[in-house]
């Protein structure tokens, strides 16, 4: 197999995104083995840079699974470890071809997390990078880490508060999500403005404090609403009066999640006092309502622990309380449980638990909102079936113009329409759950040299839970969010919750990589994994053992482990994967994030892998046969031969990142990140076997270290209210070549739901061995129009590149040559989504 037609396959696993391939391919002065491999990565039909998104949920967290065609590496994401959002910063991998393509938007689909994750969008300002901003329903707290193979990523949101009897807290967007911000004052506001703001709108106007780098700030809001689309029309309103007005989300440091109480009995207004017991009954009592609460056993955990609260204080008394407001919650007794949270902030304001116990009834507040009909996305009945799910189109279009020696070459790079969707049933019981999901979709492509037309399904499963017991059981093509797994697998999970402090699950069946995969006839996997969370989400560890064969051989075979280190404002995550038959580290990885001080974030992402991941299939990079047993039986390789060759092939990345980010004032944030990444070379292989087929493979050379550096400076509100601004720089040094870009990027508010976001990035390249420069210039321009049902999204770019290189020196003068290349490439961009 040729390395060409080797990348192919491999590509034929894990396609990449069209776009990020094709724009620039073919530069005057690439090398061989580059243009065969861009030749490869023609072959691959087309497809989003985000294959999926699952969400596994859980009683007090979820688990999130996001696959990327390519391997990406992890840069940052703000915020940290809490809010109704995060934004990620990744870049692309080695294997993601053209690193100076920029990347088109998408809108990827949420599979089975509606009722938490949102929304999710990819965008991409400084070529070679990209974000993914994911959205939740409220404010949550999470922490991240990749998969051992690098082209995945893992979050979970912690403390979802899930709960498991026959009434569901409707998790939509929190009550104090939005507010109209009209002016700030380092004075006071006197009671007559608030009132007349308040009559001026026809709504409620309060006044909120916040410090800001040392300074107390008095801010005079309208408020809050719970939909973005009722902000923006106050907004609009109000800026007739209040020209300074602009959008607040989620941003309150007063606490205003606490509901009116007029009307409200206290709890503990009709409960009496017993007479006092040891203090070591007491502490059996409280474990036995923990265990009772453990296993789902709420009327039990009440009545134990009414007789704790019946108890003269002590010091295990705010527990019980928090515990007896969390047991009320779970037994579907929403009104009992908001008296007695709210019975534990009047006793215990201060308390431990404060701020734990105010989310949730942030939680409460939302569920006191008028329920969502079973048709609505991430919606959630209160039993019985529901469904929810999600449609989109997107068409794609590119031509490349190239003008070199005074030849014009005109190609269409791209030509598709792609549609996506994804459905979700289930039916909730007084016992179980069932779901059944299916995520699929189907790309035509118009251009006949880009790999034809392909169909793709991501998900397509039956689920089975049995919350007595804590048993879950699916079947089908499906994703996991741990376990070692690389991307989806035909077959089957089966997973015990024995309590919410460790859980055990096992899986097996065939690997499918990606939803482009057919179901695989010759490769098969088992894993088993355990979590153990002994301290409530502060510190929680993961271990597996994974073993998979390709055509009876072994192909890899490892252990794994990945602990989670959390608490607020402090977030670290340790991954090692070790192939106990190859006896090779795969990769290791650790990323922290923390908090300094009330503005500064900084973080830190040291990662060492093997690329591509250590499989024995590697073996067959750069031979002329197709599959493991032709090596044995075609070349007379020997299993120690093959497992030689896997190692040759492979090489090893070596990655740090670090980060920092702060706000400055309200309208401002800063970011920084410094990095550098090394990928080794690969050592020769000479012919093997006694069949003139096996091939010597040349020795790669290493990258060197390629260091890199970017500053963004992102401002809203500047120009006209909620727009917004980012300003960026990027330096990239690398052995053989030194880029710099610059970046503009907005967002402006048109007219009602549209939205408009001009772009502007240049680049300049200098080729540090033949002297040659490249430039660059990318302007783009995206609209889009939003409701609480659909996006649709519209973007334009047009890409202009001149490359000047010097060639050897003519004969007869001595002199160098410079050629010229000139490259424009026009793409467009469409797409649809709509949610029910």
Known sequence: MTVGAKRATLLEQAPLRRWALTLLIGLVGATASTRAAAAGVLAVPLGPLVQFIDTQEREDHADISIQFACSVRYVTNTPVSHGSSTTITLRLGPECGNQFSSIP?????????????????????????????LTWSRPLDFVMAPTAAGTGLRVRLLNTNRRKGNVFVAESEPATGYAVNLDSSQTQFTR????????????????SETDIEGEHWYRLRVGPYNTHKEAERVLQSAQANYPRAWLAVNDEQTDLSVVDRAGVQSAAANRPTDPPLPDAERAQILRDARAALDKHKYPEAVDLLNRLLRQPEFPARADAQELLGLARERAGQLAQAKAEYEEYLHRYPDGAAAVRIRGRMRTLAAASLNARSTGEFG????????????AAVTYQYGK??????????????????????DLLLRDRG?????TARVDAGYTHNLVTAGGGSQDRTTAAYAELTDRNFGVTARVGRQSLASQGIVGLFDGLYVGYQRSSSWSVSAAAGLPAYTGYSPVSSHQRFGTVSAEFDPFHHAWIFDTYIFDETNSGLTERRSIGLQTRYFVPGRTVVALVDYDIAFQQ?????????????QYWVLGFDADHRRSPLLELSNALIGQSVQDLPALETTLHLTPSQIQQLAQDRTSTSNTIVVSASRPFG???????????IQLSGTPASPALGNNPGSQAVAATQSTGLDKNASVQIAGSSLL???????????????????????????????HGAWRLGPRLSVERVNNKSDGGRQMLYLPQVRGDWTNRWSVFEITAGYQVQNQQALQQQQTLTGQPVTTSVDQRSLYLSAAYRVRF
Do not use: C
């Open 720 to 750: 006209q209210a909620s727009d917004l601004h980012i300003f960026s720089t990027r330096i990239d040094d690398s052995p053989t070549q030194r880029s710099t870009t610059l970046s503009w990027d907005a967002r402006f508010v048109v």
């Open 585 to 597: 580290l795969n990769s290791v990885t650790l990323i922290g994030n923390a908090k300094f001080g």
């Open 192 to 207: 007559e403005t608030v009132e007349a703001a308040a009559a001026s709108l026809q709504t409620q106007a309060y006044v």
């Open 666 to 676: 309200e309208r401002w944030q800063f970011m920084f990140d410094l990095g550098g």
């Open 430 to 434: 007084e016992r179980y759950d069932f």
């Open 105 to 133: 938007p998408e809108l990827p689909l949420v599979g089975g997390g509606g009722e938490l994750v949102t929304g999710a969008r990819v965008d991409s300002i400084v070529p070679g990078e990209f974000t993914l901003e």
């Open 400 to 421: 490349d113009q190239v003008v070199s020696a005074g030849t014009t070459t005109t190609t269409n790079s791209v030509n598709a329409a792609l549609v996506y969707a």
């Open 379 to 390: 919606g959630r009945s209160n039993a019985g079936w529901s469904m929810a799910g999600s």
